[in-house]
């Protein structure tokens, strides 16, 4: 329902209980929707609907449409970018669901022009409604400057949301695993087709049938189905409100070091409203023992603790009793704050600074005039039976697949001398001796593209 109220302020202050919780470390919230439709078991626990009632409803600030959970747009605020001097990061409607049912295309529709219209600005939109993302965005080309993500709890909403991220064309894709209430494998998610998503590298491996033993077959990760740009970030955090349930420490582990495997960056949001102790007092009312099977047990949990279940893998937590402490935010005596360098994405799609020369390169090379590498297909043809090898026998990362206009391009980068290899390796993430060889294949394999090619007229003969 689209309705005129009046812009309703919501400061960062009651927003955001401190910076630590925000997305990233210089967050604007851009409050354009309030109001959620609950969609799944997580939303009891919503932060946004807490923060509203607290501060709004009780306050009768907010209309009556959100105390029924109907979002109420604010039409005004799409006005507010223009009034933003200095580029920000932006989270669209933080306080709500963009894409839930109850918001009006037309209105989706305005903000992404909306946000194509600020390029100087950097915009994160995070959703639960998967298939509307995909049904009101479709395969259309988004602005660079907007970073698309899911939301996700446990294994099995992760593996139904995250294939459409990958469904649309977002410059930027991320994750936010919050409240996290179970261990998620976030490096593998198997497709309805049974092919299997790789997230945190970008593709898809396609499904074999089984073997002649009945084992599933899948080809080798080098030789992958479809290739995406990876997932550009993923962020982590606890449960917070009145009955929060904390995340098992190995689960958090285990997403951390699969970024970091895997380059993506990762951002802890926290244990939520629990924190970790060490010498924990049986009879504090709000212990929670939590397994890494997932079972919670204790007095904070609503029940009374068993003392001979407790085993080693067990972590005892304990309520915050008020606001946020420093230690709610480490892992392991670390902080994890990595975002991604958003400046990179536009470099890498620009050509402005490849010179004429190597502009014709890459035409012909897209124009399937240059040698490039085997498809898919055409690698089943040439080896005939493909290669038995399934998903746990290959746990090495995978030798990326790279489009032949996109090797030219940073060969050409290299050519030109503008930044050095190092410099490209990092910004692309391709690494050093792959780009020297790019390089040396450029130049040995120029001259073939000009045999036999007429003169253009007007150029002078040397
Ligand atoms: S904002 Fe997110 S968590 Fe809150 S009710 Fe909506 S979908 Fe659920």
């Known amino acids: 329902m689209t309705t005129r109220y009046p812009a ?22 851009w409050n354009l929707v309030y109001g959620c439709q609950p969609i799944s078991e997580v939303c009891k626990s919503c ?44 989270t669209v409607a933080p306080l709500a669901d963009l894409f839930q049912p109850g918001v009006p295309a037309a209105f989706i529709a305005q903000v992404i022009r909306t946000i194509a219209e600020y390029p100087q600005h950097f915009f994160h939109i995070t959703t639960r409604h998967q298939q ?31 294939p459409y991220l990958f469904d649309v064309a977002a410059a930027w894709r991320h994750v936010v695993l919050e409240p996290l209430l179970g261990a998620v494998d976030v490096e593998c998610v198997e497709l309805p087709t049974r092919d299997i998503l790789w997230p945190l590298e970008g593709i898809v491996q396609q499904y074999l ?20 740009e990876p997932l550009d970030w993923i962020l982590l955090g606890g449960e917070r409100g009145a009955a929060p349930r904390p995340p098992h420490p190995e689960w958090v582990r285990r997403v951390r070091d699969a970024c970091r495997d895997s380059q993506v960056p990762f951002f802890f949001r926290g ?14 009312t709000r212990l929670i023992i939590v397994s890494e099977d997932g079972s919670r047990r204790g007095r904070g949990a609503g029940s009374a603790i068993n003392h001979l279940s407790v085993t080693d893998g067990d972590v005892y937590f304990t309520r915050l009793f008020q606001g946020d402490e420093p230690i709610q935010f480490y892992l392991d005596g670390q902080r994890h ?17 490849v010179s004429p020369l190597a502009r014709e390169l890459v035409e012909r090379i897209e124009q399937g005039e240059a040698p490039s590498g085997p498809t898919t297909q ?85």
């Open 378 to 462: 055409e690698y089943i043809v040439a080896h005939g039976e493909p290669r038995k090898k399934g998903i746990a026998a290959d746990k090495r990362r995978p030798r990326r697949s790279h489009t032949p206009s996109f090797k030219a391009q940073i060969a050409v980068a290299a050519l030109q001398g503008e930044a050095s290899v190092a410099d490209l390796s990092q910004r692309f993430d391709v690494h050093r001796n792959q780009i020297t060889q790019w390089r040396a294949q450029l130049l040995e394999r120029a001259a073939e593209l000009f045999d036999g090619l007429p003169e253009r007229p007007g150029r002078a003969r040397r």
């Open 132 to 162: 509307r993302m995909r049904e009101l965005l479709g395969r259309g080309q988004l602005p660079d400057n907007l970073s698309l993500g899911i939301a996700a709890e446990d294994a099995a909403s992760y593996a139904e949301r995250v």
């Open 271 to 284: 244990w939520g409203d629990s924190v970790i102790t060490r010498k924990p007092d049986l009879d504090d």
């Open 47 to 90: 932060f946004a609907h807490e923060r509203l009632s607290r501060f709004h409803v009780n306050a009768g600030r907010l209309p009556q449409a959100f105390a029924r959970h109907q979002p109420v747009v604010v039409q005004a605020a799409l006005a507010e970018p223009a009034g933003w001097t200095t580029p920000q990061q932006v």
């Open 209 to 228: 049938g089984l073997d002649a033993g009945g084992r599933p077959q899948w080809m080798a990760k080098s030789d992958p189905l479809r290739s995406y």
């Open 337 to 353: 704050r990595e975002a991604p360098d958003v400046s990179l994405r536009h470099a890498k799609l620009r050509l402005v600074d």
């Open 8 to 29: 309703i302020r919501v400061t960062d202050h009651e927003l955001l209980r401190q910076r630590d919780e925000a997305l990233s470390l210089n967050e604007r919230p």
